[in-house]
Structure formats: C-alpha cells, structure tokens
C-alpha cells in the first residue's frame, strides 16, 4: 500500500501547512491536536502519524491496487 513506501520517511512527514509560505514554520510532530470537541483527549500529530501503531490499526485500500482474484 501506499503507507508502506519510503516507511522511514513518511513516518515523520506532515502535509500543508497553515501559515502563509510555511514562516514561521508550520505543522510540527510535537503539535497538538485539539480532540476534546469530540470527547476525546488532545494528542500530538506524531502519536498518530502512523497508522499500524500502538494507537491505530489501519491501511488504505486503493481498488486500483487490489488484485483480482478469479
């Protein structure tokens, strides 16, 4: 899946940022993200950067990448 490519990587890489041209710096691991709206207590972005880790449990499934079985 697309997940597993360049694992090492994409294990610490933010998307987007909020600023405009990212300055000062934009989006950092250690962010918080602000959950308790929901009833959920906050968590830094890298705690659930990954997705088949201690906190999640998850891959995303692409069809053009399934193979068919006949």
């Known amino acids: 899946t697309l997940e597993d490519h360049d694992l ?3 294990s610490r890489a933010i998307a987007g940022t ?3 041209l990212n300055m000062p710096l934009g989006r950092m691991l250690n962010d ?5 709206y929901v ?4 968590i830094m972005i ?3 950067i990954i997705t088949v880790g201690e906190l ?3 891959v995303y499934a ?3 990448l ?4 006949n």
Not at 66 to 69: A, E, S, V, Y
């Open 8 to 10: 090492g990587m994409r």
């Open 18 to 20: 909020v600023r405009l």
């Open 32 to 36: 918080v993200l602000s959950m308790e």
């Open 39 to 42: 009833g959920v207590k906050s």
């Open 46 to 48: 890298g705690d659930v």
């Open 56 to 58: 999640f449990c998850y």
């Open 62 to 64: 692409y069809p053009s």
């Open 66 to 69: 399934l193979i068919k079985m």
